[in-house]
């Protein structure tokens, strides 16, 4: 007997050998059948779907959990345009606070909006004594008061109170990481809205490291989420190369450095793991810290490494030998060039065909990048939704020539790259079907067209938000396509993207998503497996 057939829908599963179902049964949270296998057999729970489609679980291959649950509950700027509104949310916000010498976080900061970055001394007139720490969208950079600047190292560069980059983890360093029960509690409230887009799997893009990690046991506290069901969906976690440290291994294991216990990817199990090793080697587009091979259009700088090339270098190769997988964030070409160079130099040390190296976000690849690229096997790990948001402003910054080879999808997979989708959450729009939209129409928000060759099929979107995904996670034996032994994990759509008009695929409705063959619904609290 089954414990559950899904009934009367059109299921796309992902799977070359079956494109389409109409049934699909489910035992112990693993899919047992399809159609024919399963419609005869006796079922405790037969669910009637009433026409919709199904997918496999959409996989969102690069996030951050923790900064997006603190993002929904912080104090946010966002929209506004005026410096003077800008201050006077603040200090809104610095007066609720009450007791002076607190730390104050604001969330939705964006110096395009502006014209300009905040100042310190901005922040000053109105921070009532509090420590002001403004975080930029991109994540890569912040605006902090005079409080904040005296108790930094001394030699830490700053730009009149704008911090970008190891300035930013400098200052974040000052303050008391949160307690694992507060991560916890975010991190669920994270998922939950993952869930509610239709995403049951996913990677989070960098643990324990000085940019983006919480605290230094931050994986215990996705270990609580776990235990308390705050954790509904499944997720990997990348571990910042932050943690490294020389280790005195025995000469045949090659290891230079390592995690403690030389814990690396892999360890775990089906619901939460250990994936890839997170390294940066620049920052982002939107703080214009990405590194370029040119400068930015209009600007005389081309953004920045986040360390010199030689250590970054040597930090990829070091993992690589430690037996790591490895997720090498490199959004601009010139940083994309000393992760290329160092996965060669790996891989010439210590062969390793099968690891699957990533790199994270792959912003701006020349066209000479992408044999490299593919020669070494590696997924890029794109997010797709950057450009819908802000893609006027990426192609104006780029300029005429360098704009199509912004966050690419055809020249990916014309040159065997596999071609993955993720979002970044928190740093823009999460939805996989309005990434799935920009890839086929490669249209902003404001409906310029960026990079037109690069546009690619529905078929192809989807596959980078399932099979690509689970590929590029080691989850591939049973996440990613709908066929007998893999997990029953399922977003049930209200329309099929493939065949509603591109410009209504990002409005296609999330009816429910199920996760080990049970829906956890827009709004489950969790534990569903």
């Not at 959004?331 to 790199?359: N, T, W």
């Not at 990426?394 to 596999?418: K, Q, S, T, V």
């Amino acid at each position: 007997m089954l414990c559950t057939r899904l009934t009367n829908a059109r299921f796309l599963t992902m799977d070359p050998d079956r494109p389409v179902a109409y049934d699909l049964g489910i035992w112990r949270g693993r899919i047992v059948g399809l159609d024919e296998a399963v419609t005869s057999l006796p079922a405790r729970e037969v669910i009637d779907l009433q026409g919709a489609t199904v997918l496999p679980g959409f996989i969102d291959a690069h996030v951050h959990l923790a900064w997006t649950g603190f993002k929904e509950n912080t104090p946010s700027i966002a929209g506004r345009t005026r410096i003077d509104d800008v201050l006077a949310v603040v200090e809104e916000t610095v007066i609720r606070k009450g007791s002076p010498g607190a730390w104050v976080s604001i969330a939705g900061y964006d110096q395009r909006a502006l014209g300009r970055h905040l100042t310190a001394a901005e922040l000053d007139r109105v921070s009532h004594g509090h420590k002001l720490y403004v975080l930029h969208d991109s994540g890569h950079g912040c605006v902090v008061n005079s409080a904040v600047l005296d108790l930094l190292p001394a030699g830490i560069p700053h730009d009149s109170g704008f911090l970008a980059e190891g300035a930013m983890g400098a200052a974040r360093a000052l303050r008391l990481p949160h307690s694992q029960q507060e991560l916890a509690e975010v991190i669920g409230r994270a998922a939950r809205t993952c869930l509610a887009e239709g995403v049951t799997a996913c990677a989070e893009a960098g643990i324990g490291g000085t940019l983006f990690g919480h605290s230094p046991v931050e994986l215990g506290a996705y270990q609580l989420a776990r235990e308390q069901g705050l954790l509904p969906l499944r997720v990997q976690l990348m571990v910042s190369a932050d943690r490294l440290r020389p280790v005195a291994a025995h000469e045949a294991d090659g290891i230079p450095r390592a995690l403690d216990l030389g814990l690396r990817t892999g360890f775990g199990d089906d619901r939460l793991s250990v994936g890839a090793l997170k390294i940066y080697t620049d920052g982002g587009m939107m703080a214009r810290t990405a590194a370029l091979s040119g400068p930015y259009e209009g600007l005389e700088h081309t953004g920045q490494l986040q360390d010199d090339p030689e250590v970054l270098a040597d930090t990829i190769v070091d993992g690589h030998l430690a037996g790591w997988q490895l997720a090498v964030h490199a959004i601009g070409d010139r940083a994309a060039d000393i992760a290329l160079e160092a996965l060669e130099r790996a891989q010439r040390l210590r062969p390793r065909p099968g690891v699957r190296h990533r790199i994270e976000h792959a912003g701006l690849i020349r066209p000479d990048q992408l044999p490299r690229l593919a020669r070494l096997g590696v997924s890029a790990v794109v997010q797709p939704n950057f450009l819908r948001c802000f893609g006027d402003d990426y192609a104006a910054i780029m300029g005429e020539e360098r704009a199509p080879w912004l966050y690419r999808g055809r020249a990916f997979l014309d040159h065997g790259i596999p071609l993955v989708g993720s979002s970044d959450r928190p740093v823009t729009d999460g939805s996989p079907l309005r990434a799935i939209q920009f890839m086929v129409e490669r249209a902003s928000a404001s409906g310029q067209v960026i990079g037109p060759d690069e546009g690619i099929g529905v078929d192809e979107a989807l596959r980078a938000y399932t099979v690509a995904g689970a590929f590029a996670c080691h989850w591939e034996d049973s996440l990613g396509s709908l066929a007998p032994g893999k997990r029953a994990d399922l977003v049930v759509l209200g329309d099929d993207p493939h065949r509603v008009g591109a410009s209504r695929i990002g409005d296609i409705e999330v009816v429910a998503t199920y996760v080990g063959g049970r829906e956890t619904g827009k709004s489950a609290p969790g534990g569903a497996f």
